[in-house]
């Protein structure tokens, strides 16, 4: 038996009202519900729970959730016109033996690290 694959990912967020509106509203993710300050959407079968906190909130250091896309420059573009705000353009990040990696970064209202990725066939 061994460990393969992630359910839940918790992150902490200082307004769950605010962070529901972006994670929602804003990107789009399928909520799944919500109990008091603990939200939770679905990402591709994985949960996402954010988890409202009265202390302050830190954005973890090295840490940063990736969403897979299928249309990197055109989610970006959708994501632009709501508000997002990216750190640059999508960008060629590797280039593998079967794909390209493209990803483009930004920030949730808290700071923590974003990023949509594609690996171009």
């Known amino acids: 038996m061994a ?7 918790a992150l902490p967020v200082s307004d769950a009202n605010r962070a529901e509106a972006f994670y929602g509203g804003t990107l789009g993710l399928n909520k799944l519900f919500r109990y008091g300050d603990l939200v939770f959407f679905d ?3 994985v949960r996402l729970m954010l988890e409202g906190t009265p202390k302050a909130v830190q954005p973890g250091a090295g840490v940063c959730h990736y969403f897979y896309v299928e249309e990197i420059e055109a989610m970006a573009a959708i994501l632009k016109a709501r508000g997002v705000q990216f750190d640059g353009d999508p960008h060629l990040i590797a280039k ?9 970064f930004f ?11 594609e690996e171009k066939r």
């Open 3 to 9: 460990l393969s694959r992630i359910g839940q990912i």
């Open 43 to 45: 990402c591709g079968g």
């Open 96 to 104: 593998m033996p079967d794909h390209e990696l493209w990803m483009a």
């Open 107 to 117: 920030r949730d209202p808290d700071g923590h690290l974003l990023a949509l990725m």
